[in-house]
Each structure stands twice: as structure tokens, then as C-alpha cells.
């Protein structure tokens, strides 16, 4: 089983390694991180890298791939290479997926037109404009396509993926494996649960970043 996850400057790295973490432990899968160039490639942070193994010309046709997003996935879109791959790439694929703002990159790749989908919770009404239905439910499946909310629910997605493609209980002994078993101090992880002074102080940072 071929998985591939695309990479491009400006990551966020747990939308990618939450669901490589995941998708790794599937009985005869490979994962591969890939980018337009092989070699190192930039988290948003600036203070990660992950390595890219092979550059996307080189992986056409995964059985299996996950974009993830990041801060930079507008100005991904706008170079058009992920795009492009991830279009020749849909149309072999037995399951396409996505991780936050990754969604955004399937919706310019035209593979969310019509559907629900989900993405991180700023940027839901951005679906609109790929033509979906925007949902605020942390993983949507449309056929062979699933879309996840914000960076940590890609691993929720990675483990519904795995049930659907290996059983429930392979993805529950992957769940166990990797001791996923989430107790957050706070019950603060959705806009409808945090508290409104949180919510604002979010969007600020946000508003912040995009006007840098």
C-alpha cells in the first residue's frame, strides 16, 4: 500500500506526522513524505524540516494520499505543483485525504466540488469557494475522499482511514500502539467550546499572521 503525503514550505507538522504516525502502522503500507523537489522541506515554524524522499513527479499514483496544511497553503496553491499532483494523483487514488487548510489545496485541485468537507475552523467558509459544503464535524468521508478539521484531528481521520481500510480492530490496536487516549486539560479544542475571550485572542494571532 503506497501512501504519500505531500510536503511544501510552510507545513504545519503535525497535520503530516499525525497521520504518517497513524497510516504507518498499517499491515504492508509505505509512507513517504514527498515535495516538488526531494530534500528537506520547511515547517511553519520555521524551526522543523521534515524530508521529502522523492519529489512528486517521481510518486504519481499513490493508492493512498493525505495533504496536510500549514500557514503557507494559499501560497502553495498559488505555485500550482501540489495542485497539479494532487489532480493526476485523485484520479488513480483508492482514498484521497487532507488535514486542516489541506483541504483547500484538494478544493483547487477540483476534488471537492460538491461535497462536505471539513478544514480548520477559520478557514470553513473558504470551502465555499472550492464549491463543498463546509461542515464543522472533525472528519467528513464522501466516497474516497476524507477531509479532517484542525492539526490534531488528523489523527482521528488517520484511524478512521485505517478501520476502512484494515478493520476496526487493527485500527483500535493502532490506537492502543500509539497510546492515543486524549485527556486535555481544557475543554477548549472547537470555537464552540472555548471560552470567547480564547476564541478572540485566536483569530487576533491569526489576523495577525496574515497581515505579516
Not at 497521520?19 to 509512507?31: I, K, M, R
Not at 500557514?71 to 505543483?81: H, L, S, V
Not at 478544493?107 to 471539513?118: K, M
Request: proline share 6%; aromatic share 4%; hydrophobic share 45%.
Amino acid at each position: 500500500m503506497d501512501i504519500a503525503i505531500p510536503l511544501y514550505d510552510g507545513f504545519t507538522a503535525l497535520d503530516a506526522v499525525g497521520p504518517y504516525e497513524v497510516l504507518s502502522n498499517l499491515p504492508g503500507a509505505t509512507v513517504r513524505f514527498v515535495a516538488a523537489e526531494s530534500g528537506p522541506v520547511a515547517a511553519d515554524t520555521g524551526m522543523l524540516s521534515l524530508v521529502a524522499e522523492a519529489a512528486l513527479d517521481e510518486v504519481p499514483a499513490p493508492e493512498i494520499l493525505c495533504v496536510p496544511g500549514g500557514r503557507e497553503t494559499r501560497a502553495a496553491i498559488a505555485d500550482g505543483r501540489v495542485v497539479e499532483w494532487v489532480r493526476r494523483a485523485h484520479e488513480t487514488s483508492e482514498w484521497t485525504t487532507s488535514v486542516c487548510t489541506g483541504a483547500l489545496v484538494l478544493g483547487a485541485a477540483g476534488v471537492l466540488e460538491g461535497l462536505a468537507a471539513t478544514t480548520y475552523w477559520l478557514q470553513l467558509d473558504s470551502l465555499r469557494e472550492c464549491g463543498a459544503r463546509p461542515t464543522e464535524q472533525r472528519v467528513v468521508r464522501e466516497g474516497k475522499v476524507v477531509t479532517a478539521a484542525g492539526v490534531s484531528s488528523g489523527i482521528d481521520m488517520a484511524l478512521t482511514l485505517a478501520a476502512l481500510i484494515a478493520g476496526d480492530d487493527v485500527a483500535q490496536a493502532i490506537q492502543l500502539g500509539i497510546e492515543y487516549d486524549p485527556q486535555p486539560p481544557f475543554d477548549a479544542g472547537s470555537e464552540a467550546k472555548a471560552p470567547e475571550h480564547v476564541v478572540e485572542l485566536v483569530r487576533a494571532v491569526a489576523a495577525a499572521r496574515s497581515s505579516a
